[in-house]
């Protein structure tokens, strides 16, 4: 099944291998694709900040229709921090990318503060498992072609300022002129999350970020994003497979039945008082019934054989 951003990415794959020669092509590529929308004019909308409503998503097939998601429904409050979770083919990336602009709903509809979602822009941005750095670009230069994309009116010092500040907020200042092929994988992702913040984003939407690290630099990514967010307070939408992780991060938790036609099979509110540390969530006795409230759904009540 073939995603609609594929044709995003497909010409950044293009661009890859004639770099030299389409660095201009690549950054209106960038900035036809975020479009121009003003991430602060809209008022915030009466029935929630992010509204997800009665979404659902189907494909043709050569025997029928075959439904994703069927009846979403979700109001994500101003400065929350939603997880998603749920076995292999539930949706969870489907929806986000109707959150993102990448796909649109066969029925209802996506809005944030009142205005549909239609497609991508810098007002909702997006950090990937694989980084989707640009490997000829440093980390410096990943950041900074973001900015210069959505606002290539600011002046040359300001955008240098935004990408110089952000690199400092995920602590890799030293690194700000190595290649991706020079960082480590944790260091990549640092870069990743940087340059979607740079472009100071109402919607923060993350597709297993960390999954692809290991243990130890995914609890540092973890106590980083924490930190992040309370000073910063975006709103983030992250679809994890990681239970801990949720409970650790989220304000709430959204459980997903199985695919196909997936739905919103439970709501968990995960009330730890923030700002958090990891010793004192995991040493409550609540921590330990939350999260065995989590796995009995998805282990139980909705088993899955991870078979896509």
Known sequence: MLLDRSRFFQQILRLLSHKSSHQNSFRLAIMQTLSNSSAHTAPIAQDGFLVID?????Y???????VVLDGISLTVKEGEFLCVIGHSGC?????????????QPTGGEVRLQSKPITEPGPDRMVVFQ?????PWLSAYENIYLGIDSV???????EKDAIARDHLALVGLSEAADKRPGQLSGGMKQRVCIARALALRPQVLILDEPFGALDPITREELQEELLKIWTEHQVTVLMITHDIDEALLLADRLVMMTNGPAAKVGEMMDIPFPRPRNRTRVMESPLYYELRNQALDFLYRRFAHDDVE
């Open 54 to 58: 009665n979404v659902s998503k189907a």
């Open 60 to 66: 043709p097939t050569p025997t029928g229709s075959y």
């Open 91 to 103: 949706g969870k990336s489907t929806l986000l990318d109707m959150v993102s602009g990448f796909r």
């Open 130 to 134: 694989n980084y989707s750095l640009l």
């Open 151 to 157: 606002w290539p009116d600011k002046p040359k010092a």
